[in-house]
């Protein structure tokens, strides 16, 4: 319990440091009108007050990930626990941020047009691609578990596929809807309810004083397929949204067109994934202990990849009925809400592709039909394999993790070009495209390649990225210093 509660620490003061160091790095300016007052529409650009735009945020970019993530990350040992404040601090919440007011200093761009902006027009209309495809991946992802719990809690005609359709219904609604009919109103107490939960969980680990084992003790990878899941890089990409996701970015912009003033920034955006890093911090934990325990406990079924019942086992046992109430919010409605978000940032970039203004139903509807009929189809086809749903998370992870790359290699480029120092996020853009590139090679639904040779590829993309960012650095300052000669 002790690194629990050093690492919960670490990341509260996190916030207030490093939170500052970088606010103070970007500046803020509570001067400049922000797009919620520029581009009001009454549809997406729409002001509301702080608080409930950060627990709107939290809310967004949380859904499965600090809670699924963190369970299944917490399958690789203490190093999880690491990961989480380390990832999140100078990874994560620097990424959201910046991301985030990126977007605010912007108009309120969605995150491939931000990415582009900095990377050139040829990475910006591939991310637009590749962003779509991740947020119908993750809406997907984020009906399967919810839909597949509803089942197992009601009669035995309302099988899967009724829940899937409901949850899309709901999905339509949503996405369509100006920000503040639904989004504005409930997402707030959804929010509370999932930290409400993470809190409890939190106090009955402190109650059971739970024998956790110490970082300082071992980081030995304790996955039960340790030989073909290495911690690196699988843990890395196992958690997810509790370190880094590279879904925050898609999610940032449509708290960006909410937004009044640049200075609430840090709390939104720094401030929502430092919680989701303490969320994810606590799920590990109680993870941790119940698959240390559980034979005693009766558990051992609850070993597998299913968090969404290993909550449910947590929550009831540990918070009782009012807990399992709790757990029926954080790990179905909170899925389902950042779910629909997600479809409503790929109506946004492709809006924005095409130009199209999204004030009148009819264009919001021509955008979001196709959208949802493929990922009907794609959740219908992972009804009909037994491995379905752990296929599709892990293409949701890989790809998650990947848009974050390509996210802090332009925030690096932005740093560089307007004086700032760099060196904030180039350090995590090479790591986590080293991250990417290994797995890719060496995960199972990847190329499948021995260790050492994914590993040996890794190192190469990651030298290249190295390499390409040097001659892009060379040839700014040499035309720069043309342009001031």
Known sequence: MISFTIALIALVIGYFTYGSFVERIFKPDSNRKTPAITHADGVDYMPLPT?????????????????FGAIMGAKFGTASFLWIVFGCIFAGATHDY????????????????????YLGLPTKQI??????????????VFVAGPAKLLAGLTPSGFGDFFWIIVVFIYYIVATLLPVDKIIGKIYPLFAAALIFMAIGIMVMLYY????LPEVWDTLK????????????????????????????????????????????????????????GIVALIWAAAATYFFKNGDALGTAGYHEDQAAVVVKFMTEHWLGT??????????IAAPITSGDTAFRSARLIVADFLKMPQKKITNRLIISVPMFAIGVAILMWSLTDANGFSIIWRYFSWSNQTLSVFTLWACTVFLHQTGKPW?????????????????????????????????????VATLISLIAFILYYRRFEKNKKSVVS
């Open 322 to 331: 009012f807990g399992s109430a709790l757990a029926i919010l954080g790990v």
């Open 98 to 117: 910046l991301s985030g007011m990126l977007s605010v200093r912007h108009d309120g761009e969605s995150l491939p047009d931000t990415i582009g902006r």
């Open 208 to 211: 059971y004083h739970p024998a």
């Open 51 to 67: 608080w409930k735009i950060f627990m709107i945020q939290f809310l967004n970019i949380a859904g499965l990930g600090p809670i």
């Open 221 to 276: 990878n304790t996955h039960p397929d340790a030989e073909h899941m290495p911690i690196f890089p699988m843990m890395f990409v196992s958690i997810a949204c509790g370190a880094i996701s590279g879904f925050h970015g898609t999610q940032s912009p449509l708290m960006a067109r909410c937004m009044t003033n640049e200075k609430h920034g840090r709390p939104i955006f720094y401030g929502a994934m430092i919680t989701e």
């Open 127 to 140: 991310m637009r691609i590749f962003s779509v495809v991740l947020l119908v991946l993750l809406g997907c």
């Open 423 to 459: 060196m904030l996020t180039i350090i995590p853009a090479l790591f986590m495209t080293s991250v990417c590139s290994t797995y890719i090679c060496v995960a199972p639904e990847g190329f499948q390649m021995s260790q050492p040779l994914s590993y040996s590829i890794g190192g």
